[in-house]
């Protein structure tokens, strides 16, 4: 049961990095279209598809089954592996900024982003960094 939930988690991980890495490619390109013009509503409709199709439920399950996986490690094993508790701290920061790309949606589909495309282009790495250390705390396990 064990390697099962952890290949679900793993799969849920992937589907959420693969919105978290797009979607702020999107809002890059976004920005550049008119509002109110056809690109810039066509771009309303691929955000809001992929974050409620995709990045969330990608989220919802990849927390459920993470949480799942340190339930059955049990409370003692979870305690011992600091590594766990720094990627769970990570995965915290990557909600976190789930959040913000969430409200950035609601921000274009309403015509009012107050950002530009370097800083999109900037958030678009954060994910990344956060993807990189935390795979590899959990391969390498460091601590």
Wanted: hydrophobic share 60%; glycine share 6%.
């Amino acid at each position: 049961m064990y390697l099962w939930l952890k290949a679900l988690h793993i799969i849920a991980v992937l589907s959420w990095m693969a919105g978290m890495l797009y979607l702020p490619r999107l809002f890059v390109y976004h920005v550049d279209a008119a509002a109110g013009s056809v690109q810039s509503e066509t771009f309303k409709v691929m955000e809001r598809r992929l974050l409620k199709a995709i990045i969330n439920p990608a989220m919802i399950a990849t927390w459920l089954l993470g949480l799942w996986l340190i339930w059955l490690m049990g409370k003692d094993a979870f305690l011992q592996a600091g590594w766990l508790q720094a990627k769970l701290a990570l995965v915290i920061a990557m909600s976190g900024l789930h959040g913000f790309l969430a409200r950035w949606v609601k921000d274009f589909a309403a015509d009012r982003n107050r950002h530009t495309g370097k800083f999109y282009r900037i958030v678009n790495e954060i994910p990344t960094v956060l993807m990189i250390i935390i795979v590899l705390l959990a391969t390498v396990k460091p601590f």
